[in-house]
């Protein structure tokens, strides 16, 4: 019996084992820590996005008032603020998220990639 007669009689199952491989590859592997070969994920610079109403984002003296969809980056020392009805979401280097409700003010004391 010939390799290509064994996975036309077994294609069901050989395609399930296919597609448990794939997913268990997809899952355990970490793709952040590639050394420049493979699979690799792109960084993004720390920003602030306006989801509802307006927010505030301050670089030091300076304020930049945000309305709904704005975004602005934001680094180490910066403060936010979101007014009455307003709502902001942080997206951060590593893919994590931080949503903020109204009235809620927070300071950026640190940042590390």
């Known amino acids: 019996?010939?390799?290509?007669?064994?996975?036309?009689?077994?294609?069901?199952?050989?395609f399930i084992v296919a597609l448990v491989a794939t997913i268990a590859f997809l899952l355990?592997?970490?793709?952040?820590?590639?050394?420049?070969?493979?699979?690799?994920?792109?960084?993004?610079?720390?920003?602030?996005?306006?989801?509802?109403?307006?927010?505030?984002?301050?670089?030091?003296?300076?304020?930049?008032?945000?309305e709904i969809h704005d975004r602005e980056n934001i680094k180490e020392?910066?403060?936010?603020r979101t007014l009455a009805h307003s709502a902001a979401t942080i997206f951060w280097p590593d893919g994590s998220i931080t949503r903020l409700a109204e009235q809620t003010n927070v300071s950026i004391n640190e940042l590390k990639k």
């Open 1 to 14: 019996m010939s390799i290509l007669s064994f996975f036309r009689k077994n294609f069901i199952s050989t």
């Open 28 to 66: 355990f592997v970490d793709v952040s820590r590639t050394s420049g070969r493979g699979l690799s994920v792109t960084r993004i610079d720390p920003y602030v996005l306006c989801t509802e109403g307006k927010v505030v984002v301050r670089h030091g003296d300076e304020s930049k008032t945000l």
């Open 77 to 80: 020392n910066d403060r936010i």
